[in-house]
């Protein structure tokens, strides 16, 4: 998840694409460092010293950004998610967002989809307290006679900024099973005052059952 990091590096194929970049963020307390690949070459700081103000605006700028990526790549992952139950016969397509993702059915089974997109190979995900009381139904809604609740991991989707705005595109539903969370969160951390609200989800092979 890149929010988690605090160092991004963009590689580009020429120095016009790099300029474009550049001068977008020109003031706002971006540092960059320009690097040619070679045994011979040196890196050379673009922006040494920027302000705290800078700073915090150049952060500010990242966060938006970044959300909005990852907005686009959430969205597509769902869609391809549909795409993929709709063969499967599932119908009555909803969206919710919270504490799971798609609510679908194929007249007999209430299935409950909690989607993950990842622009690399999806072995590791990151899921939400809340998104695993769910899926154990220990919190609501709660499960019906018929409910099923399942993760969907969709990777290798490609993402494009243009005209200001994420694009998604690409990407394959690589895992579609039961989504368990075998450890108990509510005790994990019961003689604690710290209550982590998100987890790290590794997949050890991706399988696709449905």
Known sequence: MSQNYDFHFYVFQNNEDFSVILNGLIGTGAQFIQYQFGANKKAKMLNVNPTISQINK?????RKSIAGENSAIEKHAEELTKEYLKNKKFKNFQFFGKPYDILCDDGSTELRVEVKGTKGKGFKVNITRNEILHSRDECNPKHNQNTKVILSIVNDIRTQLKNKKWLASGGQVAHLDKFYFKEDITKMFHKSTI????????????RIKI
């Open 58 to 62: 150049s952060q500010g700028i990242a």
């Open 195 to 206: 209550q982590p609200t998100q987890f790290d989800f590794k997949v050890e092979k991706h």
